[in-house]
């Protein structure tokens, strides 16, 4: 099972970007799916999080501004993230629980490669 993460680039603050986290391998189920991210000198921290049945959390400092969203047909997690800030500098990671075809009852985290997110003041 592997994580892909992309859309990640260099923005004004003020424009928008859309991540996508897009699962391969042998898969039997999702879990839960969420972004972090982690900037220089920081440790990392949840952004936002999605559960199977579409229930959303998201960090303070994004709430308004950032969605979180998921396609469950093409297993792919998304990432809107609006009105961006100089602070919303990182890279930004994608994780999930999954359970894997060879072991169902088993649900194991996953990590994305990560994509940097650079917005400029």
């Known amino acids: 099972v592997q994580l892909q993460a992309s859309g990640g680039g260099l923005v004004q603050a003020g424009g928008s970007l859309r991540l996508s986290c897009v699962t391969s391998?042998?898969?039997?189920?999702?879990?839960?799916m969420a972004w972090y991210r982690q900037a220089p000198g920081k440790q990392r921290e949840l952004v936002a999080g999605i559960s199977s049945d579409g229930s959303t959390n998201y960090a303070d400092s994004v709430k308004g501004r950032f969605t979180i969203s998921r396609d469950n047909a093409q297993d792919t997690g998304y990432l809107q993230m609006n009105s961006l800030k100089p602070e919303d500098t990182a890279v930004y990671y994608c994780a999930a629980g999954i359970r894997g075809r060879e072991s169902p009852s088993i649900v194991k985290l996953y990590w994305g490669q990560g994509t940097q997110v650079t917005v400029s003041s």
């Open positions: 391998g042998s898969i039997f189920s999702i879990n839960g």
